[in-house]
C-alpha cells in the first residue's frame, strides 16, 4: 500500500535557525497536506499542496511539492519557540484515504 | 479544532473490557475519521466513514468497531481483542475526503 515516509524524526535547533522536514511517498500523490501538532495537543491543519512544483508561504513557513508530485518539503526561516511541535505531511493517491508521516519533531533552544 | 468533542481526555480500563470512546462534531461534516496516534508512530488510520450508516476499514482496524448512526457522531469501540489498545486517540472530521481535516483534542486511554 501507499506509504509516506517523513525525515528526519526528531531535529533540535538554536533559536533563530533554519528548519526543514521531507516527505516522501511510494505513489504518485493527487495532493499533500501539512499539520503541526504541539505538545499534548492535537494535530491542526497548515496548507495543502495540489499542483506539481507549487510552492506556498505562510510567514516564516515554506512548502513545497515535488515536480513528480511524489515529495514535499516544509522550511522555516528563523525558527521561534513557538515553532515547537511534530510537523506531520499527509498524503492522498486517487480516492485512497489520507495517509500520515510519522512526523518531525522539532525542538528550538533559546 | 472548534466543533469536533471527544470524551473522555483520560480513561482508564481493566485489560479484558470492550470500552467506547465518544466523537462528535457540529461542524456538519460529511466524512469522519479515526487515528492511533503512538510514540514515533505517526497517525495510523483505525475506521472512517463518509456518510451515515456506512464505514470502511483503515490500516490498523482489527480489534476496534465504529458505528456511524447520526452525521455528528462516530464511536469507537476498543474491544478486547485489541491486544496493545493503551494509546492516544484521534477523531477527525472534514467536508470532503479531499480536503482539510479537524481533529478533536483526543482520548488518551491506558489499559492496566
Known amino acids: 500500500g501507499q506509504q509516506v515516509m517523513q525525515i528526519p524524526q526528531y531535529q533540535h535547533v538554536q533559536e533563530g535557525e533554519d528548519f526543514t522536514t521531507y516527505c516522501n511517498s511510494s505513489?504518485?500523490?493527487?495532493?499533500i497536506q501539512w499539520y503541526k501538532q504541539r505538545p499534548g495537543g492535537h494535530p491542526v491543519f497548515l496548507i495543502q499542496l495540489v499542483k506539481s512544483g507549487e510552492v506556498k508561504k505562510q510567514k516564516r513557513l515554506t512548502f513545497q511539492f515535488g515536480e513528480a508530485k511524489k515529495n514535499s518539503s516544509l522550511h522555516i526561516t528563523a525558527t521561534q519557540t513557538t515553532d515547537v511541535g511534530t510537523y506531520f505531511c499527509?498524503?492522498?493517491?486517487?480516492?485512497?484515504?489520507?495517509?500520515f508521516g510519522k512526523g518531525t519533531r522539532l525542538s528550538v533552544i533559546a | 479544532d472548534g466543533g469536533i468533542t471527544q470524551s473522555p481526555k483520560y480513561l482508564f480500563r481493566k485489560e479484558g473490557q470492550n470500552v467506547t470512546l465518544s466523537c462528535e462534531q457540529n461542524?456538519?461534516?460529511?466524512?469522519m475519521y479515526w487515528y492511533r496516534q503512538d510514540p514515533g508512530q505517526g497517525l495510523r488510520l483505525i475506521y472512517y466513514s463518509q456518510i451515515v450508516n456506512d464505514f470502511q476499514k483503515g490500516d490498523i482496524a482489527e480489534g476496534y468497531s465504529v458505528s456511524r448512526e447520526k452525521k455528528e457522531s462516530f464511536p469507537l469501540t476498543v474491544t478486547s481483542a485489541q491486544k496493545n489498545p493503551t494509546a492516544f486517540y484521534l477523531c477527525?472530521?472534514?467536508?470532503?475526503?479531499?480536503?482539510?481535516?479537524?481533529f478533536g483534542p483526543g482520548t488518551r486511554l491506558t489499559v492496566l
Open positions: 499527509a498524503g492522498r493517491s486517487g480516492n485512497t484515504p489520507l495517509v
Open positions: 477527525a472530521s472534514s467536508i470532503l475526503d479531499s480536503v482539510e481535516q479537524f
Open positions: 461542524l456538519n461534516h460529511d466524512a
Open positions: 505513489t504518485t500523490l493527487s495532493n
